[in-house]
């Protein structure tokens, strides 16, 4: 079995908003406190992060993360990618390889040059970079991956099958023509939805829960959230066929 902890399902602003004072981010319920999206995968002794946005520090504190021996990166927009600096404490003894598409290590590399060459100091992150092409499939201890194209907005972004789960973030198209044959047999879907309202470059929760149909998930979990919906309507309105997922959730999945 393969462990999920989600240690943020956010969009982009976090909840509470900062300055706002709608239902949700005024809401007591701890559920609707959404730091940035980002999960932590974990097999035998394996562990991998995927994207680290600007809490990756006070999350990986919260999950307990002594180890990281991986990093998969979905695209480079801020809240995916702005905690990167954190993972020098993972990098004393080696370099940590981190995982994308080539455009979003080069930017990557562009906004965090030291961590990517060998520095006449420490206290800087140690990473090694591994380019992805679309549907690669590659490993990280025991845990195997397979690196799916989507669209987010105008941009091809990755989304990443392990096992009989895929975790699909910031989509508007899931491009099920070229992805179908790669998606077959996921029985759990984690897969962004911002909120009912239309939006240029994120599916609605209505789009997201087409997209877990069109997969045949059995069981769909969304994320990448935003202040329009509080986690006890959207439970209720979407349960059982799919669930808001909350900081902290953690899901056993099936290896295939």
Request: charged share 25%; with cysteine.
């Amino acid at each position: 079995m393969t462990r999920i902890e989600f240690l943020g399902t956010g969009t982009s602003h976090g909840i509470p908003v900062i300055g706002c004072s709608c239902p949700v981010c005024m809401s007591a319920d701890p559920h609707d406190k959404r730091w940035r999206s980002s999960i932590l995968i974990t097999k035998d002794d394996t562990a991998v992060v995927i994207d680290t946005g600007y809490e990756f520090r006070l999350q990986a504190l919260r999950a307990g993360i002594t180890h990281l021996d991986g990093v998969l990166y979905t695209h480079q927009h801020s809240d995916h990618m702005m905690g990167l600096d954190d993972l020098r404490v993972f990098t004393d003894e080696h370099k940590l390889p981190v995982y994308g598409f080539p455009k979003v290590l080069a930017d990557a590399e562009r906004i965090f040059p030291y961590a990517f060459h060998d520095m006449p100091y420490k206290g800087v992150p140690r990473l090694e970079k591994h380019e992805l092409k679309e549907h690669e499939t590659f490993s990280i201890g025991s845990l195997s991956f397979t690196a799916i194209p989507v669209m987010h907005g105008c941009m091809r972004i990755a989304g990443y099958r392990f096992g009989r789960a895929a975790y699909i973030t910031d989509a508007s198209d899931i491009l099920m023509e070229e992805n179908a044959g790669y998606l077959r047999g996921v029985d759990t879907l984690i897969i962004g939805a911002l909120r009912d309202k239309p939006h240029w470059s994120h599916f609605t929760f209505a789009q997201a829960l087409e997209a877990g149909r069109a997969i045949g998930a059995r069981s769909v979990y969304f994320t990448h959230m935003s202040h329009a919906t509080l986690h006890a309507e959207a439970e209720r309105r979407f349960s059982p066929e799919a669930h808001p997922a909350y900081d902290t959730l953690v899901l056993e999945v099936e290896d295939e």
